[in-house]
């Protein structure tokens, strides 16, 4: 079973320019989150989708960050404009629903310069 | 006041230890309560899922909760140089639905 897909793997961009990531879960998971993991610390949940569905966005930053994953399937992220605070390792992670297990991907580590 | 307490560490331990990891947490409502593996430069895997309170064990792995102290740990026996990681605690209020992680602790195990 392939695992969570992820790119691209690393980006260095300059502060007020944009940027985009994608992922692409495990087959047949509906659920997809987006989680943001600042060096020395744990991930925090950005994003939940159902589907194609938003279910929690409570700690997107929406004035900057948005997401989309409209054919229930791949997902994009994207940050405009990008601060010096956003450099972080971005994961991707998706479930069945079923299991308890979220299954994460390798991350996109963005460096804000 | 975070909802979830890791010590970051770092934590280096001779190989053949017995390392402890903990966690503490604010809210009690929270009912699932896992521990993920997290090595440089990967995502983080599941390692120990436990529901409510009690231990549960894999191999050399022990996850234990104590719901009355909102107090959770994470046991590792004959500790190993692979095991050398960052662990994460996480819990939610439903299964896999909204993980609330702590700092994770960064562990060294020294051949």
């Known amino acids: 079973e392939a695992g969570v897909a992820q790119s691209p793997r690393y980006k260095i961009i300059e502060k007020r320019q944009s940027v985009a990531f994608w992922c692409n879960p495990i087959?047949?998971?509906?659920?997809l989150y987006w989680y943001q993991q600042i060096l020395g610390q744990g991930p925090k949940l950005l994003i939940q989708f159902q589907n194609n569905g938003v279910v929690d966005d409570s700690q997107l930053p929406k004035d900057r960050f948005s997401a989309e994953r409209l054919k229930g399937v791949d997902s994009t992220l994207k940050i405009q404009p990008a601060k010096l605070e956003d450099s972080a390792v971005y994961l991707c992670?998706?479930?069945?629903?079923?299991?308890?297990?979220?299954?994460f991907g390798p991350g996109t580590r963005l460096t804000v310069t | 006041q975070k909802e979830v307490e890791q010590d970051p560490g770092p934590l280096s331990v001779p190989e053949g230890a017995i390392v402890s990891l903990n966690c503490t947490y604010s809210n009690s409502a929270f009912q699932y309560f896992m521990w993920y593996r997290q090595y440089s430069r990967k995502g983080p895997e599941l390692l120990m899922y436990t529901y409510s309170s009690g231990n549960k064990e894999d191999g050399r792995f022990t996850a234990q909760v104590d719901k009355s102290s909102k107090y959770i740990s994470l046991f590792i026996r004959d500790s190993q140089p692979s095991d050398s990681a960052t662990y994460l605690c996480?819990?939610?209020?439903?299964?896999?639905?909204?993980?609330?992680f702590g700092q994770g602790t960064r562990l060294t195990i020294n051949p």
């Open positions: 992670a998706s479930t069945s629903g079923v299991s308890y297990e979220q299954y």
């Open positions: 996480a819990m939610s209020l439903q299964g896999a639905q909204k993980l609330v």
């Open positions: 087959s047949g998971h509906a659920t």
